[in-house]
Every structure is written in C-alpha cells, then in structure tokens.
C-alpha cells in the first residue's frame, strides 16, 4: 500500500498536477487521488465507522474536490484542503442519518439500536493473552460506541487529536478555528467521552 504523507506535509509534485487538474487534466486528478486516498479513507472510517460508508464518503470527498478545484488557491497543502472536504462530508452525512433515524422512528413508532456500525470506531484490539481477550473486545466495543455517541464537533476532536494524531496547528488549519479553540474543543470532547464511559469499561 502507498504510503499517503501527513495532509499538511508538502509535496513537490502536487504543485504541477493541482495545476494540470484545474486545467481539466482528469488523469493529474486522478493522480492525486491515488495519492491522498489512504489518509481521506482513513479519516471517513473513523469518523463515520463503517467501511462501505467510509468508501461512499471519500468518493464523494474526491468528487467535491474535483469539482471545486477551481476555487484552490494554494493558501493550504491539497492534503489539508481534502481532508477539510473529507470531514465536511462525514459531518453532513451524520446530520443526514440522525434527520433519517428521526423520521424513520417517528413513522414506525419505534426502531432497533442503531445503524448497522454506524457509531463505531476502529479501536485496535491488540489483547496478547487469550484469556483477556473478552474483556478487552468488550472494551474495545464500549469506547467505539461511546466515540460513536459524541455529537459530531466532539467527535471530529477525539478522531483527528487522539486517533489519527494530528498536531494541533494541522487541526486548526483543517477546521479553519484558532489552535486555542482546538485545545478547549479537545479538552471538552475527552470529558465528554470520559462521561460517556463512565462505570462501563470493565
């Protein structure tokens, strides 16, 4: 698998092919796309939990990119600038399943637990003892449905800071906030999960 750098990392030749692309080369295009669709992917999952709506997503974030190319000035790494769209798409995606759920629970006066891995997260289950390994998928299970659970700005916090491991200045460019805001978000989404948790990892 190529390795996808960082979205704030620089690339010498994303210069030509961002050019070549907003001059209508689909192929450039395409080039990046091969280049990016590792971290916009990773990110979808992430965010979103369920890996054939992640691959929807990131299409989509692709094809937003492409047709808003245009309007990219350089001021950010292309890296940065999808990723911003990527997130911009899961956040609109959860919003569009929440207004679903909500009408679909209103007409049939009830419904199941949820969408099908649609709160959950890829927490690594890496137990190395046999005889840890139900209690630690159990608490792999409660911290992806409890990260499911955060409203999306929270969400979005613990995904890029804690998981994915972005630096707080890469964040903040992403989100378009100041670091400040970055750091008070963050530290409101970990209370936050930290609540949500609660008396349930065992």
């Known amino acids: 698998m190529t390795r996808t750098p960082p979205p704030g990392v620089a690339n010498a030749g994303d210069a030509d092919l961002i050019r070549r692309a907003q001059g209508g080369d689909s192929d450039a295009f395409g080039q990046l796309v091969v280049k990016y669709q590792d971290l916009v992917y990773n990110v979808v999952y992430r965010m979103l939990g369920n890996a054939?709506?992640?691959?929807?997503?990131?299409?989509?974030?692709?094809?937003?990119?492409?047709?808003?190319?245009?309007?990219?000035?350089?001021?950010?790494?292309?890296?940065?600038?999808?990723?911003?769209?990527?997130?911009?798409?899961?956040i609109s995606d959860r919003r569009g399943a929440k207004r679903r759920k909500a009408t679909s629970l209103n007409s049939s006066g009830g419904g199941d637990d949820g969408e099908e891995g649609g709160g959950r997260l890829d927490v690594a289950d890496e137990s190395p003892?046999?005889?840890?390994?139900?209690?630690?998928?159990?608490?792999?299970?409660?911290?992806?449905?409890?990260?499911?659970?955060?409203?999306?700005?929270?969400?979005?916090?613990?995904?890029?800071?804690?998981?994915?491991?972005?630096?707080?200045?890469?964040?903040?460019?992403?989100?378009?906030?100041?670091?400040?805001?970055?750091?008070?978000?963050?530290?409101?989404?970990?209370?936050?999960?930290?609540?949500?948790?609660?008396?349930?990892?065992?």
């Open 52 to 90: 054939a709506d992640a691959a929807d997503i990131a299409q989509e974030a692709f094809v937003k990119g492409w047709r808003a190319l245009g309007s990219f000035e350089g001021r950010a790494q292309f890296g940065t600038w999808i990723y911003r769209i990527a997130i911009n798409c899961c």
């Open 129 to 202: 003892e046999p005889g840890e390994r139900v209690v630690e998928s159990e608490n792999v299970r409660l911290v992806q449905d409890a990260i499911g659970s955060l409203e999306h700005e929270f969400r979005t916090m613990i995904v890029l800071r804690d998981l994915e491991g972005r630096p707080y200045e890469e964040i903040a460019e992403v989100l378009d906030v100041p670091v400040g805001t970055v750091r008070s978000r963050l530290h409101r989404a970990r209370q936050a999960l930290k609540d949500a948790l609660k008396g349930k990892v065992l």
